[in-house]
């Protein structure tokens, strides 16, 4: 299936390919070369716009196309996150970046984490064996909750914390058609939580599936994958495919060499039906479920004084499970234009020690795209309702323990296209609301532009607005918190450990983000390209702290403090930093990309800690050793992130391909090869213990029938 919405890209070509027609017979007949531009553009458009259609549903950047594509080709795929419209690449006013299929095939990611690594201004952090740190821009960790994650448009955050539990989101990898993602703000197409990115996961129409899949890998770290999936037609106009897949992990450990028990294993199934139905319409159906667990040691505070000498550590056994259904209805009508309805549903159930949330979520988005004059406007329309059901766990509890949430939102993007000549001009703006914001409704505005150097180099501006919604644990929880001795609280710093017990009080509100961003893309020779994005945010009211009481100093043994204290929107900071990517294709058979990212954030927003990278190197090198084997080569250099206690490091994977026949490949993959393990991520606590990541190698075999 295509973007929701229909193509920009396809509107524009057809409009563009009629004026040069249209101009050459006015040049013929001696015109007015003004007057015959405007009849061009007005006649283009009314034929343009019966031929506005959606983005060919048979393309597919699979492993075979993209070795016979140029270099110009592969960065000018098509994307739609950055407007819900088809859209080449060079035509983006955004930082955009695409992980193709090609690129999954030939990576030694074994996850969609993983897959993330690769991106620049993307700082990805493996935690332990099942949990890891993605944040866009400097923002970081493990309950990061800047960025919006979507897999064909159904969300994917939890509101219980506005992040995303990543070791539940995974799908048949040879099933994505492509990841696309957006770094900086998206909310005015995409609404609240759009901060600092969005993360659309694209899987591949049932049609480009139509065959029989085993694949199974295994290795020192991969106890045992194994995904079997069953594609084919139903008839001319409708295909499907469906799938089941096991996953193990093995346990790191900490650098003490004890294990740090956090094995993970899971369970999934799922299937898709995409059908054309008459000419102009599409449907989509798809949907999955999956159960699972995943291990680790929790550091859990005590409820009361006085505090042991050193947190204990206990067992934390998360257990799993959801499901999840989406419709996805296109047309293409008359005269331009096109529209989409896309319902979903999902459920959502896990437990821990902190907490068990059981959650359902029904969705609605309509949208509508039509073109008039020199203009290509996108309107919609969204509604969702959440319900929850909390249970109380160690040290956390929640008023109240069910909740319902209802959020809906309007938006209208329009394109204005040549306002001088080859400058297009982006104007959009999302409305929202929702019962956990203290106004009745959030505006996010956005003003872009695009404009064409030459036909190989553009440059884009932006500026824009984004807003994140307040937390069920921001605006219901009571929990205690451990700070060590030392540690600023309130401003202060107490000279013994301290139990502060962070108050429910419902007040806290939305976090507000404006960006201004600038963006150069260019061809430097044929076989050279190079993409640079700059930006600079100023954050306000993200979390502070407020004293209700203390700090109480219980004697002991041990001494220790005790204060009350209340979340509230405080912090206000700025950010800002550059993102460069370069591409070289030195030849038809050999391709090379280095990705650096420079963030200068804040090290701390109040008083959470926000774990920037400053500076984060990528280098990929992809080539044919002959006419069955292939190597990947991904290496990178990973600064020391700021507020936390870890060094820098540099890492490299390697992946080797063996095409035996046209229906069988058996890949060899190491990874974190320059270090038997290291570490990627830590707390901010000396006490902690850390998991390190350990060198692994696996063999993985996939074999069509």
Known sequence: MTPIGGSYSQWKQRRTNKLEVIKNDMKHLNFDINRALKVGLITSLLWGASGLVLADPSQDYDLDTLKSMSLEELVNVEVSIASKTSTKLSDTAAAVYVITAEEIKRSAATSIPELLRSVPGLHVAKINSNSWSIGTRGFGGQFANSLLVLMDGRSLYTPLFGGVFWDV????????????????????????????????????????????????????????????RHGAALSNDTSYRMYVKQRRLDNYEYQSGDSAEDDWQDRRAGFRIDSTIHENHQISFHGGAYKGNAAGLAYIPPISLPLPDALPASLNQAKFSGENLTFLWQNDGAEGSSRSLQLFYDHTYRQELLATEDRTTLDIEFQQ????????????????????????????????????????????Q??????????????GVKIEGNDRMQSDYELQPSIRFNYQISETSTVWAALSKAIRSPTRVEQDATLSIFVPANTPVIGQS???????????????????????????????????????????????????????????????????????????????????????????????????????????????????????????????????????????????????????????YVEMDLKLIWQVTPSLDISLAGRNLLHSNHLEYSASSPSTRNAEIERDFYLKLNWSL
């Open 169 to 228: 989101q995974d799908t048949v990898l040879e099933d994505i058609e492509r990841i696309e993602i957006i770094r900086g703000p998206g909310g005015a197409i995409w609404g609240s939580n759009a901060v600092n990115g969005v993360i659309n996961i694209i899987t591949k129409d049932a049609s480009q599936t139509q065959e029989n899949l085993i694949s199974g890998t295994a290795g020192s770290h991969e106890q045992g994958s194994i995904t079997v």
């Open 369 to 412: 795209n039509f073109t008039w004059s020199d203009q290509y406007t996108t309107v919609g329309a969204g509604y969702r309702e959440t319900r929850d059901k909390l249970i109380n766990g160690a040290a956390v509890s929640f008023d109240p323990a069910k909740d319902t949430n209802e959020t809906w939102n309007a938006f209208v």
């Open 494 to 648: 107490l000279n013994q450990p301290t139990l502060a017990t962070l108050v429910a009080t419902g007040v806290y509100d939305v976090e507000k983000l404006t960006s201004l961003e600038a963006g150069f893309r260019t061809n430097l020779k044929n076989n050279l390209r190079i993409d640079i994005a700059a930006y600079y945010n100023e954050f306000k009211g993200l979390p502070g702290l407020q004293l209700i009481s203390g700090p109480v100093l219980n004697p002991g043994p041990p001494p220790t403090y005790a204060v009350s204290i209340a979340m509230i929107n405080s912090t206000d900071f700025k950010a800002h930093g550059t993102e460069v990517s370069l591409w070289w294709q030195p030849s038809p058979q050999w391709q090379g990309r280095i990705h650096y990212s420079y963030a200068n954030n804040s090290s701390n927003a109040g008083f959470v800690t926000i774990p920037t990278v400053e500076h984060q190197l990528n280098l990929n090198l992809y080539g044919t050793l002959s006419d069955d084997l292939t190597i990947n080569i991904d290496a990178r250099h990973v600064g020391a992130p700021a507020g936390l206690i870890m060094d820098e």
């Open 414 to 427: 329009n394109r204005s296209v040549n306002i001088i000549e080859n400058l297009d001009m982006i104007v």
